[in-house]
């Protein structure tokens, strides 16, 4: 017999060895009382699907499809459904789930006829979709040498999924069947398509979008929100993937492995200088006097500054920076969150009037005495420092709260140029798993923090909630306001991450509850054969977390 506790009730109850996690939850069911229904549970805190079976003494927490691993679970196994019913009504066709939007997902459809996907066509799938999850379809795992596996997706002709197997190193692989229909998910799904009873698919752009249960209530479809600007933000990173012959890691690896890996970085540098290039010109095209640039964590802000600053001069433009940093109201005064934490992201930790009265003077061709806020004291400070703003100056502000008009609204429109930069990934794993651009941005954060000796790994995975948060009620609401858009996420990037990465999240405890995430973090690092930072240029963004930039940073 397996002693098993649940850490939802923190009571331990004796099994069979060989008991499924479905057999546990029924016996600790009713003493759980989570406000959603059950779709996951974390064993020794590595998220597992509920037909995992235990054949040790084990911790288990059992989650619902709120934010985390609960809700990646639910979502992969919807897609999973999508695509079924794609192959149902379609056979022969083509699916690309390719990124999270409009709090859904974006997915690309190409039928083999070549026909243009209509309204009657997403309303055909989402009836079958709705018949899959009525008949309650099992979810089958399967458990095969990569060999076999890669033999039975080359048969059904998925290239993107036999490259990625064939580059991944592994001995043994799962795939997944779905009635008749096979595919390949990272990780684990639902036992069956019953428990997927909130979703919805809609027309969106040239293809659909995939609506999934919202973050916080999970008993309801996520908001839609329209974001015309990201989707073609995600469009061009496309075109730029087409351009260098890349749309997933087996591409990516195959490509390192015949020698191209220092071209593919000069490749995506070079782009990504020609957008910076663009946006200078654009800016003194139109001759605002106010640039303000936002984006969430790890995206590359302050090299983007950087870099946007040398193309200005170039243009002959004289920018300034402002950092709204400068402007946080005293340690004292800044609000905190529920749990007794600095709330340092609040916009009342920032002491919008007098930044406002800043801005319109500067404006007005005024001296202003600027503060600088003193990091150690906790303290707004002015020790004498000027701005004024001259004929072929324009002042630079970055931070979180740029693009909020708040800060902003008493400046005319024409004055100002709003720029929002993130680290929008568009190389997927596959055709059906994509990576989530939070993702990203953590690996970037986990590694910056951990090269200035900030914070561990384990301290920054237990952050980044609250970070997210801070985003999603701070930044993203104002992203489409922006006048351009500009993605820092290079295609070679999860390469170069891999050898830091790998070292800094293997020292996490597996007592721990951050050693989940970083578990899974290293499991879809592993899909990438590891590439030297050697290549990367000293003024390239990923230098601002990997080390080595020729940039000075403060703080």
Known sequence: ??????????????????????????????????????????????????KFRLFQNRDVEFLDARAGSGHRVYVRSLSFVLYKATQDVFPGSKLFIEHSLSRGYYCNF???????????????????????????????????????????????????????????????????????????????????????????????????????????????????VDMPKTFEMFAEKTRWDIIMRLSNAGDVNKAILRGYASELIQVSEALQEKKIVQIAEDIAQKKPKLVLITGPSSSGKTTFCKRLSIQLLACGLRPMAFSTDDYFVNRVDTPKLPNGDYDFDNIEAVDYKVLQEHLSRL???????????????????????????????????????????????????????????????SISLDDHNWIPVRDNRLLRRIIRDYNK???????????????????????????????????????????????????????????????????RLLKFLHFFLPVSDKEIPPTSIMREFVGGSSFKYER
């Open 1 to 50: 017999m397996l002693q098993i506790r649940c850490k939802n009730n923190n009571v331990t109850k004796s099994f069979p060895e060989g008991s499924s996690l479905l057999d546990v939850y029924q016996e600790f069911a009713d003493d759980i009382h989570l406000p959603y229904p059950v779709v996951s549970a974390k064993v020794n805190n590595v998220s597992q699907g509920l």
């Open 110 to 224: 190409k039928k083999k006829t070549g026909e243009p996907l209509t309204d009657d066509d997403v309303a055909a799938i989402k009836v079958r979709m709705q018949e899959i999850v009525d008949l309650d379809m099992p979810f089958r795992r399967n458990e095969a040498t990569t060999e076999e596996a890669i033999r039975v997706f080359a048969e059904r002709g998925f290239s993107d999924k036999v490259k990625l197997l064939e580059t991944s190193g592994q001995i043994y692989s799962d795939y997944y069947m779905l009635g008749d229909t096979a595919d390949y998910y990272y990780g684990p799904l639902v036992p069956s398509a019953s428990y997927l009873k909130v979703w919805d698919l809609q027309r969106y752009q040239d293809g659909m979008l995939l609506r999934v249960p919202d973050w916080n209530d999970p008993s309801r479809v996520a908001e839609y």
């Open 453 to 519: 000796g900030a914070f561990t790994a384990r301290e920054t995975i237990s952050q980044w909630k609250n970070v997210c948060e801070a985003e999603d009620k701070w930044i993203f609401p104002f992203q489409e306001t922006a006048d351009v858009m500009f993605n820092s996420a290079l295609n070679i990037e999860f390469a170069v991450l891999r050898p830091h990465a790998e070292i800094i999240l293997s020292a996490i405890p597996k007592n721990c509850p951050e050693y989940g995430e970083a578990h």
């Open 363 to 425: 404006m007005q061709g005024e001296t202003v005495e600027v503060p600088e806020f003193n990091f150690t004291t906790g303290k707004r400070e002015y020790n004498g420092k000027k701005l004024k703003l001259q004929r072929d100056a324009v002042l630079i502000m970055e931070g979180i709260h740029a693009l909020n008009p708040l800060l902003t609204s008493h400046i005319p429109d024409e004055a100002k140029f709003k720029i929002y930069i993130s680290a929008l990934t």
